[in-house]
């Protein structure tokens, strides 16, 4: 599987995809080790460009947020991130822990990015400490998907959009109906409900403040 970094896309049609990419190449794909210098154009097919993007972290982050990613993501992140792609039961439950600092938030805006593009999912909850900290991560989800590669790659998500707030954003794209809401912890999860559909991702960052946590009764709370 390649690492890929991407610069700029000029622009794209059906059968060419030209990227600007970060020496040295292999066979026409890109690995790096260190921050980009120097960039060569690839001149690549659509279908190529997406199944990279599919496949590969790097290569999604790059091609989504080039002016952030540069450097490729460690070992640990790329095998979280098959872990958390392969969808190999109908129910997963996964605890992760990550000190603060090593970019997980980051990490999470990219996989709902690619839950958005590659999965059948349809119904994504952030839930975190507060409202507002959830609305900002999905809006820098939203930012990805609407990043010029993203959007000459895979289209605009905006095109077929029904409810535009901070924090709910319902549209159809990729062939499915898909329903994005950022809530704040303490909000009840069950019942939440929208076009028949409850969620079938939910994503909680950082949901407990260093006060809740250094009290047992409420932290007791936010478990329930």
Known sequence: MASGSIATTRRASHS???????????????????????????????????????????????????????????????????????????????????????????????????????????????????????INTLSDICDLLGSPNIRKLFGNWQVQIEVDTQALKVFHFRGRAIILRAIGAGTAVRGINRKNKRPDVIIMDDVQKRETSENKELSDQLLK
């Open 16 to 134: 060419d995809f030209p990227i600007l990419l970060a020496r040295p190449l292999v066979q026409g794909r890109v690995f790096i080790g260190m921050a980009m210098t120097d960039t060569t154009e690839l001149q690549t097919s659509s279908q190529e460009a997406a199944e990279l993007t599919r496949q590969d972290l790097n290569f999604l982050g790059m091609l989504s947020a080039p002016d952030e990613f540069t450097m490729q993501f460690p070992p640990f992140y790329i095998t979280l991130f098959h872990m958390l792609t392969s969808f190999k039961d109908k129910l997963e439950r996964y605890a992760i822990g990550i000190p603060r600092g090593f970019a997980k938030t980051t990490f999470i805006k990219l996989l709902c990015l690619w839950y958005i593009l590659f999965s059948p999912k349809q119904f994504i909850l952030i839930v975190g400490a507060s409202e507002d900290l959830a």
